[in-house]
């Protein structure tokens, strides 16, 4: 699987901050605009409890834990759709990641500038936004104005286009984004054509001071109500907290920050495994003495694709599936006693493969 999310936001906001706690890649972090030039691309390991409690029935040789990578964009500024800043390029990087990871800013602190001289998340958001939306409606008006030329002809397609490409454009010109329209079979495919920058999925990210990681503050407040409507995930993520994480050497000391915080776990971690739902993505495991492996599949798959993940032959020869199911792999601790329990099922072509489900694929080529 090769998707990403692509972290964007205005500069300043902790982009590169966060991004540096998710791979620990050291990008350049700066108290200024655009420390970010070129798209820092990370793999991040995606955590997953599963896989740890797998391995302790297995006993494998090597654990390998699935993955997805993260882009850093370049921040943005007013005037990034007329090629403002380093808006082309920014706008050019977002088309090409699959979800956006948006950071805001939701901290005070006069130490640290602000591109439009205050903290206001709620305006950062609008700035972003509009700047997105006229990229868009630019792609939109210029796909509109032929399709309209060819609809003359009385093409029955090429007014089915004219019509759905109305019915975005009247979104967009009412200032929300391309992701609120529910369309369905060639009008999904209309717009799923343009790879349009506001109708991919979004992630928001409010990063916070250490003491509103928890419970938020004023600032979160006031961009949670604004949101509330675009079926949209927010989550807190301190960028400070995790930078100063990802410079403790042990798992006890990490443990033991996180205590003091009043935190269960890293908030890099909720990020990713927001990210990992975000992208409709799922884990499928196998499991066996030389590995204990993960691997990502599209939410809906079925087992001859999932099975392609491995190796293409998988999929071309595919014959059968032995799947577990992960609950009862726990309940059994074993493969062979899963199926001394009758729990091992055999699924043909159309098996859609669920998430956490232990597999064996018989194929032949």
């Known amino acids: 699987m090769a998707l990403k999310a692509g972290i964007v936001g205005l500069p300043n906001v902790g982009k590169s901050t966060l991004f540096n706690a998710l791979t620990n890649a050291k990008a350049l972090a700066a108290n200024y605009p655009f420390a970010t030039k070129e798209p820092n691309v990370g793999i991040i390991t995606v955590p997953d409890e599963r896989l740890e409690k797998l391995s302790d029935f297995v006993n494998p040789e090597k654990i390998l834990p699935t993955t997805i990578e993260i882009v850093d964009i370049a921040g943005l500024i007013k005037g990034a759709s007329q090629g403002e800043g380093l808006g082309n390029q920014f706008l050019a990087n ?3 990641v699959d979800a956006i990871i948006h950071v805001v800013r939701c901290f005070d602190n006069d130490n640290v500038i602000h591109v439009e001289n205050k903290v206001d998340p709620v305006n950062d958001k609008e700035i972003i936004d509009t700047e997105l939306l006229l990229k868009d409606l630019e792609t939109v008006e210029k796909r509109l104005d032929k399709s309209k030329k060819a609809a003359k002809s009385g093409n029955k397609d090429d007014v089915k286009r004219v019509e759905v490409l109305t019915q975005i454009k009247e979104v967009m010109d009412d200032g929300r984004p391309a992701r609120v329209l529910d369309l369905e ?3 999904l495919a209309i717009l799923e054509d343009m790879y349009l920058l506001t109708a991919k999925p979004i992630l928001y990210v409010c990063n916070v001071n250490e003491d509103a990681v928890i419970d938020g503050n004023a600032h979160t407040t006031a961009f ?3 949101v509330k409507d675009e079926r949209a995930q927010v989550i807190y993520i301190s960028a400070g907290i995790e930078a100063d994480i990802v410079e403790l050497d ?3 000391e990490r443990l033991e920050f996180l205590s003091e915080m009043g935190l269960k776990e890293p908030g890099v971690n909720k990020l990713i495994t927001a990210t990992y739902k975000l992208l409709n993505l799922i884990t499928y495991f196998t499991a066996g003495e030389k590995e204990v492996r993960a691997w990502t599949i599209q939410e809906g798959w ?3 694709q999932a099975a392609g993940v491995i190796h293409t032959d998988f999929e071309k020869g595919f014959i059968r599936a032995e799947v577990i ?8 601790g074993s493969e062979s006693a899963v199926k001394e329990a009758g729990k091992m099922g055999i699924e043909g072509k159309e098996y859609v493969v669920g998430d956490g489900d232990v597999m064996h694929f018989r194929f032949n080529v």
């Not at 199911?325 to 059994?332: E, I, P």
């Open 224 to 226: 949670e109500a604004l």
């Open 185 to 187: 079979g060639d009008a």
């Open 302 to 304: 079925k087992a001859p």
């Open 94 to 96: 977002i088309r090409e």
């Open 325 to 332: 199911k992960y609950d009862d792999y726990l309940q059994f």
């Open 250 to 252: 042990s798992i006890e």
